[in-house]
């Protein structure tokens, strides 16, 4: 009788939860697959092919993007590590009371406004007509306007911007959590600065940098309007291919391809970087 | 590098000056979009004109002087609507997350069963997924199927066409596994110990469950409303893929961004700003209660 | 039937290890009964199935007569205090101790008068809207014995509550509960790694190793005429000598120590036999500092001082014997020789105080 009240239980739990990953996510991402291999002869005439991924390779317009998406976000990513890593190790280990907890919230501060309301402050500052370029024509440093946005340093600004909060808390809270004896115990062994970094420091804050890393790189990967709005002509981003291909041409099955080679890219970078880092997921996420 | 080891002055002069430049460019593009909702000029940028609520509460009619109406934020049915509708799919992502969320922590805290290790891993899928491929892989679903169904059979599924439920669905898929994740990572921290002490004092398991354990849950629950709650609103990324006719408001803000910026964006940007800071006041003042 | 807790033949297996082995008891009405134990030897576990927490594989339960094996926790007239106490940390001590009264749907104003009648029972008058975190350990202690009490169960199993608190509370709550058993009458069933609690506080107490009971005895008893080699080095200090039995007259042991002296200690169990190995128990306290006179019928042997550890009433010398260390007893009344490291002396003791057991005894 034991076993079956808690058979009936475990299913009523198990049962939203298949609903969910099974509706929302499983279903939805084979769909997708499919789709990607169908290839439209004619406006109701469908077969199997390879045909999208195939103007993927030949385009260089397509893969040139991915590749420079991949390669910027992993830059992004990087940057913003090592950005928020002093501000981290300051809250977590050098401030102390009151000041600790409002530098904190402070570091929380950007979270409260959308990315698009982040983007446009961006675009107020750098723009031609911006506060950057009115207050060095102020300071008589630049004879005219000068354009700071739409370019890929812009872009970057932005994306750092928008990836430091999920940088920075995890790491707060890991190195919040070191005990301060270990890294004493490094200096009273002999050890330098760097060395303590590198063998103490590092290793214990493992788990919360590669979270750090892999819900930055996610977000900047997979971000759109940051890049839409702040890059210049040059600076495609791989979503706004897969955006055009389903809203502007309804070319379903192209977007469909290009939305698998994205997630295939996400995936293996993240996957990658587990290996690498000796991670895994559930501890790094869970 | 820790207190009790000895710094330069040097060293820690420069530390605190990138501390300082860190917060003032995390501080700066917000502070710039809310001091400008309130510039007597048409567009957000220097010079100063002056102070003005216009960009709030001007009603489009013609000033004294004869000159082209302001229409301020709360006037502006096209914005307001958008507001309206987004906060409809914020209710309904919170609700639903919220509840998957209790259901999810209870079955991977506290029950045993085969494969859970695997279907753990399947709750953080949505992590790793971009937004964009989650908006793109549901539209394809499930427009696809209404599609289909409509062209096999004749029958018309508007739910699944780009639209509100469409667009729920989409944030709940992710914004789910976030909400177990926070109220998971409080009943970890319960102790099993006061369930049994509670049916040891009598009390039937559900009764247990109701006087003891959620109680112990509720700061986290509410967490993960608020948490819910900003995510939904401030979603872009998979909204747009499966919004229809009726825009949320972070698509129309973007629709009207392409056209040129003006005051009243940032008027609603700051109005964002100051509802997502109260709201996480509100929740931290709770818990920390 | 007056006994209270009655189980017969109890089996508890995790896989192929039983944590508790055929274990049977008797408690009767109004007795506090402990059991003792190490950490790992299947008490928690007994506890368990006592509460209701779990399911014995094999064997009985009855309380008052009545079994007990299908009836759920909640149903059992059994409250238990937990390991670390598990007071409701949402709700105030009044609420605690009125949660139990609740779910019988005790009336309001009955309730409050209940709750305040248990806090004045066990000391802590008015403290009723008190947040639990904010009260001391032992404080914390008596609201979670009061929040079992207030149901008045036939049984109160009590899960080590004291290891929490420091030494000094600890000593004192020993004593208070103790006092709070006699005032209430109710039955304890307490399980402790500590034998002093044990001891100080129990009428009964049940010795469990490896999932099973090696004695069940008054404390005394125990302590006097332990029946196994475990009990005897388990309950209280105990000096261990092997040798090889010689003879056994009159239900006395004679054993060869490993360094040739003679001894004799009391017979304890039935497997021994003379020419095999044999294992003497002797107290530290019934050990005697003799010099060459010895009194009639004692047994003695040479040793070596190692060291003096001073430690006021319970001072010892270590010293030692065919290699085996041995303490004895330093009397702080100024009839103990100076001792000094390497010098020899003679350890004597009444054979009667002396426990015999085979070598082969487990």
């Known amino acids: ?286 | ?289 | 039937m007056d006994s209270d807790l009655f189980c017969e033949g109890l089996v508890r297996r995790f896989g192929s290890n039983a944590a508790v082995d055929h274990i049977s008891l008797d408690v009767p009405a109004g007795t506090f009964f402990s059991i003792l134990g190490p950490s790992g030897c299947g008490k928690t576990t007994l506890l368990r199935l006592l509460a209701g927490f779990d399911k014995p594989d094999e064997g009985d339960i009855h309380i008052r007569g009545q079994r007990m094996n299908d009836v759920p926790p909640n149903r059992r007239p059994v409250n238990m205090v937990f390991q670390h106490l598990a007071l409701f940390p949402a709700m105030s001590v009044g609420d605690n101790i009125g949660y139990g009264l609740k779910r019988r749907k005790v009336p309001v104003a009955e309730r409050r008068k209940r709750i305040a009648g248990v806090l004045e029972q066990v000391g802590l008058p008015g403290l009723e809207y008190r947040d639990p975190q904010e009260l001391s350990g032992g404080q914390r202690q008596r609201v979670a014995l009061a929040r079992c009490l207030v149901l008045e169960p036939t049984l109160l199993l009590l899960d080590e509550p004291l290891g929490a608190l420091d030494l000094k509370l600890r000593e004192q709550m020993k004593v208070e509960l103790k006092h709070l058993q006699k005032q209430f009458g109710t039955t304890f069933v307490y399980i402790t790694h500590d034998q002093s609690e044990a001891m100080v506080m129990s009428d009964q107490v049940a010795v469990m190793r490896e999932g099973r009971f090696d004695q069940v005895a008054p404390p005394e008893e125990l302590y006097r005429e332990p029946a196994t080699p475990f009990v005897a080095g388990f309950v209280g200090d105990n000096n261990r000598l092997a040798g090889e039995l010689v003879a056994i007259r009159d239900n006395l042991a004679e054993i060869r120590l490993d360094d040739g002296s003679l001894v004799q200690g009391r017979v304890a169990s039935g497997d021994l036999e003379t020419g095999r190995r044999a294992e003497l128990y002797i107290r530290p306290e019934s050990l005697v500092l003799s010099g060459d006179a010895l009194s009639t019928g004692f047994s003695a042997m040479q040793a070596k001082v190692r060291t003096t550890l001073f430690d006021g009433a319970n001072s010892r010398v270590e010293a030692e014997n065919g290699g085996q260390p041995v303490y004895a007893r330093l009397p702080q009344d100024g009839s103990a020789p100076k001792l000094s490291a390497g010098s020899a002396i003679r350890l004597a003791w009444d054979p009667v105080l002396a426990r015999v057991f085979g070598a082969d005894n487990p």
């Not at chain 2, 964006?265 to 929740?283: E, H, Q, Y």
């Open chain 1, 1 to 286: 009788m034991r076993s079956s009240v808690s058979r009936l239980s475990l299913w009523l739990l198990l049962t939203p939860f298949l609903l969910w990953i099974v509706l929302l996510v499983l279903l939805p991402h084979l769909q997708m697959l499919r789709v990607s291999f169908q290839v439209r002869e004619s406006w109701d005439t469908l077969t199997w092919g390879l045909q999208q991924y195939q103007n993927f390779f030949t385009e260089s317009y397509y893969w040139r993007t991915f590749v420079r998406t991949g390669v910027m976000s992993l830059f992004t990513t990087f940057l913003t590590l090592i950005i928020a890593f002093p501000i981290a190790w300051y809250i977590a280990r050098l401030a102390r009371g009151r000041s600790k907890g409002i530098l904190f919230m402070a570091c929380l501060i950007p979270f409260w406004a959308s990315e698009l309301v982040r983007t446009y402050g961006w675009m107020i500052l750098l723009r031609e007509s911006g506060l950057f370029s009115s207050w060095l024509q102020a300071l008589g440093w630049v004879d005219g306007p000068v354009e700071m946005l739409y370019n890929d340093v812009a872009v970057i600004i932005g994306l750092v911007y928008n990836g430091l909060l999920f940088m920075v808390v995890p790491l707060v809270t890991t190195l919040d959590g070191m005990d301060e004896n270990l890294v004493e115990a490094g200096y009273d062994l002999g050890g330098g600065h760097g060395t303590v970094l590198r063998e103490i420091v590092v290793p214990w804050a493992m788990p919360s940098i590669v979270s750090g890393c892999i819900v930055v790189f996610m977000l900047t990967l997979g971000s759109y309007l940051t890049p839409v709005l702040m890059g210049g002509k040059d600076s495609a981003w791989f979503t706004e291919q897969i955006f055009t291909q389903f809203i502007t041409r309804f070319n379903w099955e192209q977007g469909a391809a290009l939305g698998v080679l994205l997630l295939v890219l996400s995936s293996v970078i993240v996957w990658l970087g587990l290996k690498v880092s000796g991670q895994s997921l559930r501890k790094v996420m869970g």
């Open chain 2, 1 to 289: 590098m820790i207190r009790s080891v000895p710094r330069s002055r040097l060293f820690d002069g420069l530390y605190l000056a990138y501390l300082v430049a860190f917060f003032v460019y995390l501080a700066l593009p917000l502070l710039v979009t809310a001091v400008f909702a309130f510039n007597d000029a048409p567009f957000p940028s220097l010079p100063w004109k002056g102070f003005t609520l216009d960009w709030y509460f001007a009603d489009g009619s013609y000033s004294a002087d004869g000159s082209a109406g302001r229409t301020g934020l709360f006037h502006d049915d096209g914005l307001l609507r958008a507001l309206w509708v987004s906060a409809k799919i914020a209710f309904w992502v919170t609700l639903v997350s919220v509840a998957l969320g209790c259901v999810n922590a209870v079955l991977f805290e506290r029950l045993h069963f085969r494969g859970k290790e695997f279907l753990y891993l399947l709750m953080l899928l949505p992590l790793v997924i971009p937004g964009v491929i989650l908006g793109v892989s549901i539209l394809v679903f499930y427009s696809g199927m209404a599609n289909d169904i409509s062209a096999a059979w004749g029958i018309e599924l508007d739910v699944f066409r780009p639209g509100m439920t469409l667009v729920v669905m989409g944030q709940v898929t992710f914004i789910a596994t976030l909400s177990t994740l926070v109220i998971a990572a409080r009943l970890r921290k319960f102790d099993p110990q006061l369930e049994e002490a509670a049916l040891n004092l009598g009390a039937t398991p559900l009764v247990a469950w109701f006087t003891v354990t959620l109680p112990w849950l509720l700061p986290s629950i509410f967490g993960a409303a608020a948490m819910a709650f900003l995510m939904s609103f401030e979603n872009f990324n998979t909204t747009v893929m499966l919004t229809g006719s009726d825009t949320p408001l972070t698509v129309a803000l973007f629709n009207r961004l392409r056209e040129g910026s003006t005051p009243v964006l940032n008027a609603v940007a700051l109005l964002l700003m100051v509802g997502s800071a109260l709201l996480a006041l509100l929740v931290m003042g709770r818990s920390s209660r």
